[in-house]
């Protein structure tokens, strides 16, 4: 099925190269190259390329391309899947998935990739057995490696294969037994310039972190499971029980993993946490534009906004800009055309608020493209669905758990539209307090 | 010499592996191993290490194990005689008593991938499809497909092949799914695994305990099985159903590919499955991954075909984020098209407005043509829009507005003319060849119409010896005919001094000739010049498009799941020239470099036309070739007389002349009823004219007469 898989820097130099039947040269990336060279973005090559012999399946992540060669004709959600399976296991054994890293570790990745695929076939892909089998570095672990001689390589099968639960493995002890649930929601939204809503989903994920002793068996139920639609689960939560009563019955894996995936959109309004008073104006004559924004908050369930920061991605025209701002710092970051507004928490007695002139490359036309507002912003301790978690409760074992939810609320692709001004009132009402400003 | 010191550090690697010190103590051994692995991987040839690497495998440490095992798989088919040695530790290894070791030596056995040991192999491997751990028969049992697989030719073991499909019955679902897929690369002679009614309900009641990859497996394989009864084909749905809805995209389309397989002759049963998919690919079009996301929108417009209302309420999913890459804005723009409707065309409008800024000139370009293509049914709103983008002066942007005018107009006659008022003045901002072919096009059509037209093509005519593209010569051509017919006093000078130069000073074949036959057509009197030339300026077939007629699934089913909805060229191609003039696409680079297989279904499906469909193929050296150029006059049954002389299209033959039929697509032909100009560049010696007619005869259809004339090349080399 996968013959064999490349992986890719951005810059184009193959780093990294496994086989699983023969050897394919690396003549057949230039294909990819090829298209790569032609895309005005490396990320906007397509992710299946047809080459004589066989198919390239790409998948980008985190500035790295999996390149997979196929040979016949595969199922291609199957593939896409498997790389970013691939990708996910690389960032949960290393932290994170970079070239340095997957460099620095390239006895451990080979490893993987040998357990991960058996003549291109998935062999074992659940990252509790892979742990099992090949134990992730930890700074300790690598110390204690070299002292005691021992190495990160289970030298034991793993129980876990062999048991009815193939995602966690037996006899597993703690000291301290916890659960711990992280509900995390990203808002998707697109605003248009009347702040009306034009697309608003919520994305949400909880993760958890079960650290438990024995073979514990977790009731998760909500106040309000309603809520959600497009579910997607653990393989370890049973759906049966889901779809009668609309709880979640399931043996946890041991450690960290997704418990589940769901969308809360269509039948429920999603509450947009700020406001934006936006203008961004260019002036008909001369090499300068205008910018005023204003952000304060609209419907944060009684919560303080954070990490609040506005990213806009400019015209090309624009060389610099010259504001000043109520709250926070901005940078303008000149090669990508990108200004990067930090704020941080939001105040609603002192709204923030960022203004100033823009200049223009001179010459240049006046820029027609609206620049767009992308919003980054956090809200702990609560979940802007309203999804609420009501009760967890175990069976199976004696002990009790200490137990603990957590909500956050993230922006995911929140953005919002800006109103470009081109009025001509406007713009000479503009132009003539530009002129008082200047000659006074 | 990329790595400066590395035969040093090979040779610094040996005597450390050989030395008995180092040999003796665990840890420095190992090290010393993974040392030559890393060296191995950052790309120095450390196979002269392989004897060294062999001893070091005989050692009771796994961790050296496994890491010898990548450098010998690595080296082996480097140094086959060596190997020999390697097999005793890995047979010897294949009898310890941690199963895990024994799946290892088993696993690495087989990657060895060297047909002299394949005799060694053959009996571990035996023994491991008997081996008490689970862990051991997976990897025996896809070793036997590896084993096949170095030796496609050799016989097929029957006694092996029956020992897998007994172990298809094995408790471990990883077994079973393993030894589907090697029967499936051991057969596939034969058709791959058999699947008869025990296996198949076997498999379908084991399906929830294999994993997702294997579920995917299991039920790609079950394609290929034809229920009995209609009673057995509803059991095998409804046991199905819950995978249906599956969270996993992979597992989702698998069974929905396998639904369709299955109830090909129930098309309402179908039509149900993928109302009931909807949520599921609605989902997978909002995953984190762009790359799910893009297949899942692929996917979306082939069901989009068959049920064109299936995503009608959910039309805000496809509105593009900014940071989107530019393949995934193309592909949401084509579902955009077909999902619009009158409630939501404004909303649809606006939106695609502001994609037609976009920084990527491809994805404003391909917002240009969808607005376009919402034109054919809400032209007023589409026409406001694309005469508003002209103001904006940007090249690429109005390059395309004047092509999606140009396709507009030829189905939307009525538009052209607030067409024809958006024409003046925006000849200068147009610089590639496809956006001045498109407004010669329309200025051949419309010339009368348009007030600056003669002033348009005197500065093209003027231009003309500096022009590259051999499209836009010919389309100039052509139009300054049209307008010599409908403007004689005003383009008479100049359509003289066009002629004169492309006849004389041109050193183009097709050009040339396109001049030479425009000449002594105009020796035959304005008459007949004009009821040859005087063209048809819009498809009256197509119409208004109100929607596109639903397909039957079975049209598209076979692909579901596949490749070939997230090919490029698979869909987009279609629409986009569908019904548009003869400017459609002059590919200076023809297809050629793809293989044969992959490739001419494509062009079989572009090949079967709408009206007035042409493809023109142009190869970069024609003056290598002999050319043969003949006009062949098509009086087909529906229309007498001969409408146009405004197609040419020009094919290269490589083949010996009996596979004209290849170069020369008979369906195109049904549907014209005009003149059709072909020029065939020959490869050959040009053979006796008869020849030829009876081959092209020999294409053509019975009512459509030859006329065939020979030109020789000028510079024949």
Known sequence: ?440 | MPYLGSEDAVRELRRALSNPNVQSDQLRYRNTVLKAIRAMSQGVDVSDLFSEMVKACATVDIVQKKLVYVFLCSYATLNPELSLLVINTLRKDCQDPNPMVRSLALRNMTNLRLPSLVEYVEQPLAAGLRDRAACVRRVAVLGWAKLHNLQPDAEIDAAVVNELYGLLRDPDPVVMVNCLRALEEILKKEGGVAINKPITHHLLNRLKESDVWGQCEVLRILQRYHPQSEDELFDILSLLDASLVSPHPPVMAATLGLFLGLCSGLPAVSLAALERVRGPLLAACGSTSRETRFTALCHIQLLLRSLPGLMGAHYKRFFCGYAEPAYIKQRKMQVLVELVNDENVAMLLDELKGYCTDVNPETAQAAISAIGRIGRSYSDRCLEILTGLLGLKQEHITSAVVQTMCDLVWVCPQCSDTVCSALEGCEEMLQDSQGRQALLWLLAAYGERVSSAPYTLEGFIDRVRSEASLGVKMELLTTTMRLFLCRPSETQDMLGRLLHYCIEEEMDMCVRDQALLYYRLLHCGIEETHKVLHGQRSDPSLGVLIGRPAEPINQWAYSFNTLEPLRQAGVETEPASRGSPEHVTFDPKPNTDLSDTLNCSQIEKLGTPISGQLLPFFFAEPLKFHQVGWGASVHSHFQISPEMFNRVQVRALAGPLKDIHRVVPKPLLCYLGCVLRFVVLLEDEPSPQSEVQSALEHVFIQDVSVHCCIHLSLNPD
């Open chain 1, 1 to 440: 099925m996968i013959h064999s898989l490349f992986l890719i820097n951005h810059s184009g130099d193959i780093f990294l190269e496994k086989h699983w039947k023969s050897v394919i040269s690396h003549s057949v990336c230039d294909y990819f190259f090829e298209a790569k060279e032609k895309a005005v973005d490396p990320e906007d090559v397509p992710p299946v390329l047809q080459t004589p012999h066989h198919y390239l399946i790409t998948v980008h992540r985190g500035k790295l391309f999996f390149l997979s060669v196929v040979q016949t004709e595969v199922p291609p959600l199957f593939v896409i899947e498997f790389l970013h399976r691939v990708a996910d296991t690389f960032q949960d054994y290393f932290g994170e998935c970079s070239e340095s890293v997957i460099k620095d570790n390239v006895v451990t990745v080979y490893e993987l990739l040998e357990e991960m695929l058996d003549n291109g076939f998935p062999l074992a892909t659940e990252s509790n057995v892979l742990k099992e089998l090949i134990r992730p570095p930890t700074i300790l672990r690598s110390v204690v490696n070299t002292l005691t001689g021992s190495s990160n390589v289970g030298d034991t099968l793993p129980t876990g294969q062999l048991s009815t639960i193939p995602w966690r493995r037996a006899d597993v002890k703690y000291t301290n037994n916890e659960a711990y649930f992280d509900v995390i929601e990203e808002i998707d939204a697109i605003l248009d310039k009347s702040g009306t809503t034009v697309f608003a989903e919520i994305q949400g994920v909880i993760e958890a972190s079960v650290r438990l002793t024995g073979m514990p068996d977790l009731t998760l139920s909500f106040m309000n499971p309603r809520l959600l639609d497009d579910v997607s689960f653990h393989p370890c939560v049973r759906f049966k029980r889901w779809e009668s009563e609309r709880t979640l019955s399931f043996i946890p894996p041991d450690g960290n993993f997704t418990l589940m995936n769901y969308h809360v959109s269509s039948q429920n309004p999603v509450a947009i946490p700020v406001y934006v008073k936006q203008s961004i104006s260019f002036f008909e004559s001369g090499p300068c534009g205008r910018l005023d924004i204003t952000i304060g908050p609209k419907q944060t369930m009684g919560k303080t906004v954070e990490a609040l920061m506005v990213k806009i991605h400019m015209p090309k025209a624009v060389l610099s800009a010259n504001l000043t701002a109520t709250q926070g710092n901005y940078t303008y970051d000149l090669p990508n055309k990108v200004l990067v507004w930090d704020i941080g928490k939001l105040n609603p007695q002192k709204l923030p608020n960022l203004k100033g002139i823009l200049s223009l490359q001179a010459g240049a036309p006046k820029p027609e493209d609206n620049p767009s507002l992308n919003i980054d912003l956090r809200i702990q301790q609560v979940a802007i669905s309203g999804l609420k978690v009501s009760r967890l409760e175990m069976f199976g074992e004696k002990y009790k758990p200490f137990k603990g939810v957590k909500y956050v609320t993230k922006a995911g692709k929140f953005q919002f539209k800006c109103a470009a001004l081109y009025e001509p009132f406007l713009l000479s009402f503009w132009t003539i307090l530009f002129f008082y400003f200047t000659t006074f």
